[in-house]
């Protein structure tokens, strides 16, 4: 079974834990209440009962999450390339370039995590295709200017970050990915594989 159908697995026992304490514990309130012993459920039912659930609750969206961005980020690249595999193999020539974003995390995200197992698997498979003609390689954009940074960041952040963080004093272009992907793509680039290639500006601070 897998990590994540451990974890579903123990959701559901959580479940099935807290139910049945609740039916004892009102069986038990009952009993009390006939021979004045004090209740279980009266000073303690309520408050483990609601802390179970809610961990029960916390723990599927926990796992939910991580799945999505596990697939988001890498499972359905890596699927896609498996699929187009066989045909670059038999032409003896091939490029595989990912899009993909920084492994360096800022704190516990399943995003993160899910681009640093494209950057390891893209590596792999490197060792292995590479006989056949076949690059791989990653590309982690840094702040490139898009729809989504436009609507994500203001214009002061924009600023502020283009002056303290970035060495090259401003946000990337669509072009300046463009550009690399191209290169990548091309013959003259027959030599370079398993990288993996920031366009950033210099945002990112580890030099590996």
């Given at each position: 079974m897998s990590?994540?159908g451990?974890?579903?697995?123990?959701?559901?026992l959580?479940?099935?834990?807290?139910?049945a304490?609740?039916?004892w514990?009102?069986?038990?309130?009952?009993?009390?209440e006939?021979t004045g012993?004090?209740?279980?459920?009266?000073?303690?039912?309520?408050?483990?009962?609601l802390m179970t659930?809610f961990?029960?609750?916390?723990?599927?969206q926990a796992?939910?999450?991580?799945?999505?961005?596990?697939?988001?980020?890498?499972?359905?690249?890596?699927q896609l390339?498996?699929?187009?595999?066989?045909?670059?193999?038999?032409?003896k020539?091939?490029?595989?370039?990912n899009l993909t974003?920084?492994?360096e995390p800022?704190?516990?995200?399943?995003?993160?995590?899910a681009?640093?197992?494209?950057h390891?698997?893209?590596k792999?498979?490197?060792?292995?295709?590479?006989k056949?003609g076949i690059t791989v390689?990653?590309?982690p954009?840094?702040r490139?200017?898009?729809e989504?940074?436009?609507r994500?960041?203001?214009?002061e952040?924009r600023k502020?970050q283009?002056?303290?963080?970035?060495?090259?004093?401003?946000?990337?272009?669509?072009?300046?990915?463009?550009n690399?992907?191209?290169?990548l793509a091309?013959?003259?680039?027959?030599?370079?594989?398993?990288?993996v290639?920031?366009?950033?500006?210099?945002?990112?601070r580890?030099?590996?």
């Open positions: 990590a994540a451990w974890v579903m697995a123990a959701v559901i959580l479940t099935i834990a807290a139910v304490f609740l039916v514990s009102m069986v038990r309130s009952i009993h009390n006939r012993e004090r209740s279980v459920w009266r000073e303690f039912g309520l408050g483990i009962l659930l961990f029960a609750a916390w723990l599927g796992v939910a999450q991580w799945q999505e961005a596990m697939t988001l980020n890498f499972t359905r690249q890596r390339a498996h699929k187009l595999l066989d045909q670059m193999m038999a032409r020539w091939g490029r595989i370039i974003g920084k492994s800022e704190g516990l995200n399943g995003a993160s995590a681009k640093a197992a494209m390891s698997w893209a792999g498979l490197s060792r292995e295709v590479g056949h390689n990653c590309i954009p840094g490139i200017l898009s989504q940074i436009l994500n960041y203001t214009p952040y502020w283009s002056e303290h963080e970035m060495p090259v004093g401003e946000y990337g272009q669509p072009e300046d990915i463009a690399l992907v191209c290169f091309s013959p003259k680039a027959r030599y370079i594989t398993g990288a290639i920031p366009v950033d500006g210099g945002l990112r580890y030099q590996f």
